[in-house]
């Protein structure tokens, strides 16, 4: 069982930056792959990256690569979103994600149904 609290959501201009982080709770965190999702109004839940357990691997989308940036801290069971550049197209509630399976590079979890646990959601709104 893993327990995720997301924090860091707020209001910034287009063109800022954010730094989301999820608390994980569980001793067995480093054998997780964990993912970021969003969910905009109306819209369904989109994948916006995942790291391996060791934090040696990441993968993002095309919407988000070269501006997100997901990192961990095994030791303080934390994984963070760092988003850069933002668009009014990226405001959603942020999602953090835990898979319990393990990290495969030719079959990367993407899907909102490959995760295991999910958190509350942090939001996060970017004015024009």
């Known amino acids: 069982q893993v327990q995720l609290v997301e924090s860091g959501g707020g209001l910034v201009q287009a063109g800022g930056s954010l730094r989301l982080s999820c608390a994980a709770s569980?001793?067995?965190?480093?054998?997780?792959?964990m993912g970021w999702f969003r969910q905009a109004p109306g819209k369904e839940r989109e994948f916006v990256g995942t790291i391996s357990g060791s934090g040696g691997n990441t993968f993002y989308p095309d919407s988000v690569k070269g501006r997100f940036t997901i990192s961990r801290d095994n030791a303080k069971n934390t994984v963070t979103l760092q988003m850069d550049s933002l668009e009014p197209e990226d405001t959603a509630v942020y999602y953090c994600a835990a898979d319990g399976r393990p990290w495969h590079s030719s079959l990367i979890s993407k899907r909102a149904t490959d995760y295991d646990y999910w958190g509350q959601g942090t939001q996060v709104t970017v004015s024009s």
């Open positions: 569980g001793r067995t965190f480093r054998s997780y792959v």
